[in-house]
C-alpha cells in the first residue's frame, strides 16, 4: 500500500513570509495528524482531525497556524507569517480510527527553514 | 493524555551489543507503542503492548511492560549499524493522544 504523501520535502523561507505543506494520507484512513518536530526534540503534536473535523489543535498557534482538511482525506498546514522559530521539520501521519491498538503511519516530513 | 519520558537521552554501543532503552508514563494506559525515527525521516512504528501483556517479541526486539511500575523497556540485540536512530514511545491511554517525549539516540558502531 501507498504510504503517507509529504510535499515539498524541504522549504526555505525568509520570516514574516507565508508557508504551505501539504499532505495525502493513507488511503482509507480517517484520522490524520500535523506534528512539528524542532531540532534535538521529540514531535510535538500541533493538530489532529477525524475526517474532515478538528479533534484537537490545543497546541496550534492560531495566530500563525492553521489547517484543514477539505472532504476529509487530504490536508494542509499554513504558517503565515512565519517566524524564525518555526524553523523544524512537519510531520503528517494517519491512523485508520482512534482507537485500542491503532497505529500511526508517518510521512517523511517537509524540513522547513526560516531565515 | 500523556506523554511518555525515554531514558536514557543517548545510548552509544558497538555493533554486536544490546541496547536497552526504558520508558516511564504517569497514568493508565491501553496499550505502549515503541517508534523508530532514522534520521531526517518520519517515525515507525515497531511493536505496540497492551496493558494485559508484559512481554513481546518481535524479530530482534523484546518490549517488556511493567505496568505496576508504569515502565516498559525496549531491547534491541545483537545491534546492527542500521539500527542508528532515536527511539520514542508512546504511552495509549483512552483519549487516544500519540504524545512523544524527546526520544532516545542510539548510535551504533560498526
Known amino acids: 500500500e501507498a504510504g503517507v504523501a509529504q510535499s515539498p520535502r524541504y522549504k526555505i523561507i525568509e520570516k514574516r513570509q507565508s508557508v504551505a505543506f501539504w499532505c495525502n494520507p493513507i488511503?482509507?484512513?480517517?484520522?490524520l495528524y500535523w506534528y512539528q518536530q524542532i531540532l534535538g526534540q521529540g514531535p510535538k503534536l500541533l493538530i489532529q482531525?477525524?475526517?474532515?473535523?478538528?479533534?484537537?489543535d490545543s497546541q496550534l498557534p492560531k495566530d500563525r497556524f492553521s489547517a484543514e482538511r477539505l472532504k476529509g482525506v487530504d490536508s494542509t498546514l499554513k504558517i503565515q507569517p512565519a517566524k524564525l522559530e518555526d524553523s523544524a521539520v512537519y510531520l503528517c501521519?494517519?491512523?485508520?480510527?482512534?482507537?485500542?491498538?491503532?497505529?500511526?503511519?508517518f510521512g517523511s516530513g517537509t524540513q522547513l527553514s526560516v531565515l | 493524555s500523556q506523554q511518555g519520558e525515554e531514558d536514557p537521552q543517548a545510548l552509544s554501543i558497538q555493533e554486536g551489543e544490546n541496547a536497552t532503552m526504558n520508558c516511564s508514563y504517569k497514568?493508565?494506559?491501553?496499550?505502549l507503542q515503541w517508534y523508530r525515527q532514522n534520521s531526517g525521516r518520519g517515525l515507525v512504528h515497531l511493536i505496540l503492548i497492551r496493558s494485559n501483556e508484559r512481554e513481546k517479541h518481535s524479530g530482534r526486539l523484546r518490549v517488556t511492560l511493567d505496568t505496576s511500575k508504569k515502565s516498559s523497556s525496549l531491547l534491541i540485540t545483537a545491534s546492527r549499524a542500521a539500527d542508528t536512530a532515536s527511539y520514542f514511545c508512546?504511552?495509549?491511554?483512552?483519549?487516544?493522544?500519540?504524545?512523544f517525549g524527546t526520544g532516545t539516540r542510539l548510535k551504533v558502531l560498526a
Open positions: 501521519a494517519s491512523s485508520y480510527q482512534p482507537g485500542l491498538n491503532e497505529k500511526l503511519f
Open positions: 482531525f477525524q475526517n474532515n473535523g478538528v479533534v484537537d
Open positions: 497514568t493508565s494506559i491501553n496499550n
Open positions: 488511503s482509507g484512513h480517517a484520522t
Open positions: 508512546a504511552p495509549i491511554s483512552g483519549t487516544y493522544k500519540y504524545i
